[in-house]
């Protein structure tokens, strides 16, 4: 079984370029979620989908970064334009129903970095 | 609102000594509490978790963890370490009910090194 996918692993770009993230996750899996894990720090949640329903995302900073899962399968996730402060890894997860048992499938990441 | 504190950053020990790696969680309602792993370079993978049932749980790589209510408590231990246990382990909690059910707020992590 493919794991959670995610594109690009690695991407630099100079302060207030756009920057775009993508995830496909596993297939029958219906949440998605979005985390942010900065250096030393653990992930901290930007989004829940279920299905293409965005269900939380009172930590996504909207005046920036946007999100959409299409479809209800993969999921895109932008920021424009990228701060300094954005430089972080960005990870995408997904969970079979019924969500709540926790078992969260995480993909490598895609790791940012803001010149 | 719930939080996750991890009383060690780092926890250097010897292979084959035993390590129990601290978690203590804050949350005015029910939990669900789950040990993640992330190796270099990889994904966070899930290690252990405890829903309901048994406080001791059992997970992968001979890792086990023991629910204290009352110290609201979730530790991670291991009686014997290898090299290939060098990682960061991240401790985690998400709500049983209501709408942020599923969503795990997370540690700072551990970094277990293990020396020969």
């Known amino acids: 079984e493919a794991g959670v996918v995610q594109s690009p692993r690695y991407k630099i770009i100079e302060k207030k370029q756009p920057v775009a993230f993508w995830c496909n996750p596993i297939s029958g899996h219906n949440t998605l979620y979005w985390y942010r894990q900065n250096l030393g720090q653990g992930p901290e949640l930007l989004i829940r989908y279920e299905n293409e329903e965005a269900v939380d995302d009172s930590q996504l900073p909207k005046d920036r970064f946007s999100a959409e899962r299409l479809k209800g399968v993969d999921s895109t996730l932008k920021i424009q334009p990228a701060e300094l402060g954005d430089s972080a890894v960005y990870l995408c997860?997904?969970?079979?129903?019924?969500?709540?048992?926790?078992?969260?499938?995480f993909g490598e990441g895609s790791r940012l970095t803001v010149l | 609102a719930q939080s996750v504190t991890q009383l060690d950053s780092q926890v250097p020990v010897f292979e084959e000594a035993p390590v129990e790696l601290r978690c203590n969680y804050s949350?005015?309602?029910?939990?669900?509490l789950f040990w993640y792993v992330q190796y270099p370079n990889q994904g966070l993978q899930l290690l252990l978790k405890y829903l309901s049932g048994s406080t001791l749980v059992k997970g992968i790589n001979g890792f086990e963890a023991e629910f204290n209510k009352s110290q609201t408590s979730f530790h991670l231990r291991k009686p014997s370490v290898h090299i290939s246990d060098t990682a960061e382990y991240f401790c985690a909690v998400s709500d049983r009910y209501g709408g942020s059910q599923g969503n795990l707020i997370f540690g700072k992590g551990t970094k277990l090194s293990v020396k020969p």
């Open positions: 997860a997904s969970s079979p129903p019924p969500r709540g048992t926790g078992e969260l499938f």
């Open positions: 949350s005015s309602v029910s939990v669900y």
